[in-house]
């Protein structure tokens, strides 16, 4: 039984193949005599590749521009975990550990005074080196007016929020937060207004390339030294009276095409070479000896 079903199998894509070699030398038939077509100078315009080359380099810029733009480079866990509280803890309860007392020659104070020499100011010089400023917004410069507090308080005890702060403050955010920065922008308006990543600081030098891009990509063919070639867009066998214009007569288009068999067109009639009319909605009329609409 399985053997039958892949003999049927075969035969059926054997008639499928056949099917589209026919349907292939039906369309390339129904082709104008290629005397009649000028033919163009080189396969293909260098001009044309480069215009689109130039419109895949706007599209990219666009993309990676608005993507960088939004995602927010992260915070340091020194400002999510309040150090500058846990610092202040342990000038607070070292003194006791080491017996900061005058009894022992030592000043009171001192303890705290060597955590902030020592400690503190290498974390400032760390987090305004690789996070801006210990006083800039956190979330890259996005979260306005939420700062991690940086500067040790002996006064105070230690409490620390920051991180659920910045959640909520990610969670909550509108999208285009900054109209200026986060919006959809054309083409144009890259080229005209410069960078728009800004945060945590201005990009600078780059996406220079748009003015010239732009030039190439969207300019007029003048512009974009572009060749016209002609085009025959074939939109006369579209028309719904075309089937009335084809007869024996004509060539390409314009001639019923000869399928290679015989057929009858009535009962005793003489055996007459099969026709058929490519242009969809035709049919071949044996008596007029033209195409007709069906």
């Known amino acids: 039984m399985s053997s039958i079903k892949t003999i049927v199998r075969k035969h059926i894509d054997s008639l499928c193949k056949t099917g589209l070699f026919v349907a292939s030398l039906l369309l390339v038939s129904i082709s104008v005599n290629a005397a009649s077509i000028p033919i163009a100078d080189s396969p293909c315009d260098q001009e044309y590749y480069k215009s689109m080359k130039s419109r895949a380099w706007l599209e990219a810029q666009r993309e990676i521009t608005q993507n960088q733009n939004l995602i927010f480079k992260p915070d340091s866990v020194l400002e999510y975990t309040c150090f500058s509280g846990q610092l202040a803890q342990l000038a607070r309860n070292a003194p006791l550990l080491f017996s900061e007392n005058p009894r022992w020659g030592l000043n009171v104070g001192d303890m705290a ?53 910045v959640w909520m403050e990610a969670k909550c955010m509108d999208f285009i937060n900054n109209p200026d920065h986060d919006g959809f922008f054309t083409f144009e308006e890259y080229a005209s207004s410069g960078d728009h990543r800004y945060l945590p600081a201005q990009c600078t030098g780059v996406g220079t390339g748009w003015q010239s891009n732009l030039a190439k990509a969207l300019g007029t063919p003048a512009e974009t030294d572009w060749v016209e070639d002609t085009v025959i867009p074939y939109v006369e066998p579209l028309q719904p009276d075309f089937c009335g214009n084809i007869s024996d007569g004509g060539s390409g288009l314009t001639k019923p095409l000869l399928t290679g068999l015989m057929v009858r067109s009535g009962s005793g009639a003489a055996p007459v070479p099969e026709k058929v009319c490519v242009p969809a909605g035709c049919h071949y009329d044996y008596g007029s000896g033209s195409c007709v609409s069906n």
């Open 113 to 165: 005074g060597a955590l902030n020499n020592l400690v503190y100011s290498a974390t400032a010089s760390y987090l305004t080196a690789n996070f801006s400023s210990p006083s800039a917004n956190l979330l890259g410069g996005r979260a306005d007016g939420l700062t991690a507090p940086m500067v040790p308080n002996l006064a105070q005890p230690y409490s620390c929020d920051i991180m659920n702060q």
